[in-house]
């Protein structure tokens, strides 16, 4: 009888144990899906911003587009992300732009306000900044940050931004109108 029952005992042991192991090894296996859904998640996060900036593009936010750009330049710092916020200043500028030749002013305040809002209290007290004034100040700001950010880009590589460059010029060329209001088709943005 004591060996009937150590050979019980000893055949559950190894039952156990190779439960144990096979456990182990599938949460092993389990592990790896979690550590590319995580990947996927960071990328998910990546095509996020740019397709909420495209969003904010679309709809003339470009306080929002240069904030989203600037995070997806926090998740991952590229050259394509450089250039990505670098347009971004620059379909400002080109809508700006593009209110000076309708002189349409009072758009010109309503950007300035979206530059610049960023509280609730800014809607009871707006700031009294003269459109005109304030075409020329948004400009050259944005000529400064568009230069400083291409700079960057052309740091990180030089022919992927021509690359790029060269697809936002077909862009703008395919779309004089209103090229600001969105993005190249190649961008996938």
């Not at 060996?3 to 296996?29: K, M, N, T, Y």
């Not at 550590?35 to 936010?61: E, M, P, W």
Request: hydrophobic fraction near 40%; glycine fraction near 4%; include cysteine.
């Amino acid at each position: 009888m004591i060996d009937a029952s150590c050979l019980q005992w000893s055949e559950r042991s190894v039952i156990r144990c190779w439960l144990f192991i096979l456990i182990v090894a599938l949460c092993g296996i389990l592990e790896v899906p979690r550590s590319t859904a995580q990947t996927s998640k960071g990328q998910t996060v990546i095509n996020t911003d740019l397709a909420r900036a495209k969003v904010y593009l679309h709809v003339g936010d470009y306080r929002r587009a240069v904030e989203a750009c600037q995070r997806n330049i926090d998740q991952n710092p590229s050259v394509e992300a450089y250039v990505y916020l670098a347009y971004v200043y620059q379909a400002t500028d080109g809508y700006l732009a593009y209110l000076a030749k309708q002189e349409d002013y009072v758009k010109v305040e309503q950007l300035s306000l979206n530059l610049t809002a960023r509280e609730v209290i800014d809607i009871i007290d707006p700031s009294n900044v003269l459109p005109r004034m304030a075409q020329e100040l948004i400009h050259e700001g944005l000529r400064q940050q568009f230069d400083i950010t291409a700079s960057m880009a052309n740091r990180l590589n030089r022919a992927r931004t021509d690359e790029l460059w060269l697809e936002q010029s077909g862009w703008r060329k395919a779309q004089p109108d209103s090229w600001w209001s969105g993005v190249p088709k190649e961008w996938q943005w």
